[in-house]
């Protein structure tokens, strides 16, 4: 179903600039904390209260070599055509709103490439879509990247209580690595914990050539 949108332009791969920063806060807020994270599969909310990410720390991410925000972004006037499962249209229609000039974010994530891979982070799909498989899909297009740039793997972090999300990982063929990293627990930037010093656990995919 998602090739299908992406052929037929409802759905749109890219890279973010620094216009793109408000709509990419308002989907990553919405998808990791609050009550509108609550209305996907998995959320932070009960971990954490305050925002995931703010205007300075995106602009910065853009403005470091080797560092790109991905998206996935529906174009609202190309709703109109037909799908062999129009499920998901309806739910992009109710996103959008009557306004058809709309270009609406629906999925995104931070990458950077560096010498230990290509780590994702923060990544977000809208949590009235999170059922469609827009977090699969990304992570494939993540190890279509890695492969392309001879990157050994694929990594992220998560936050150690998040058993459903760490679970989901696993499912995708992500292993523990046994690093554990350190939260910013007392950063208000990154939110402010409800259950005391978190820490993030290391998961990773290797990369093969030959894949």
């Given at each position: ?9 409802i ?16 989907l990553?807020?919405?998808s ?8 996907g599969?998995t ?9 995931r990410?703010?205007?300075?720390m995106l ?6 070599s080797?560092?790109f925000?991905f ?7 190309l709703?109109h055509?037909d ?6 249209i309806t739910i992009?229609?109710?996103?959008v709103?009557p306004?058809?000039?709309?270009k ?5 994530a931070?990458?950077e490439?560096?010498e ?7 990544l ?7 059922s469609f498989?827009l977090g699969?899909?990304c992570?494939?297009?993540?190890k ?9 793997r694929?990594?992220?972090t ?10 989901y ?9 046994g690093?554990v ?6 950063d208000p ?23």
């Amino acid at each position: 179903m998602l090739n299908e949108l992406l052929s037929k332009g409802i759905l749109r791969l890219r890279y973010a600039n620094s216009s793109d920063i408000e709509q990419i806060l308002e989907l990553v807020n919405r998808s990791y904390r609050g009550e509108s994270s609550r209305v996907g599969w998995t959320t932070e909310a009960d971990l954490l209260d305050g925002q995931r990410t703010d205007h300075p720390m995106l602009e910065s991410l853009l403005n470091q070599s080797n560092n790109f925000i991905f998206l996935i972004e529906c174009q609202a006037h190309l709703l109109h055509q037909d799908i062999s499962d129009d499920s998901l249209i309806t739910i992009l229609k109710q996103i959008v709103g009557p306004d058809k000039s709309k270009k609406i974010l629906v999925a995104c994530a931070h990458l950077e490439l560096t010498e230990m891979g290509l780590y994702f982070g923060m990544l977000s799909v809208h949590p009235c879509i999170q059922s469609f498989g827009l977090g699969r899909f990304c992570i494939e297009q993540f190890k279509a990247l890695a492969k392309s740039k001879d990157a050994s793997r694929v990594w992220m972090t998560v936050i150690e209580q998040r058993q459903d999300l760490i679970a989901y990982y696993e499912r995708r063929g992500f292993i523990r690595t046994g690093f554990v990293h350190p939260f910013p627990n007392h950063d208000p930037r990154y939110g402010i914990s409800k259950v005391g010093d978190l820490k993030l656990i290391e998961m990773d995919q290797k990369i093969s050539k030959y894949q």
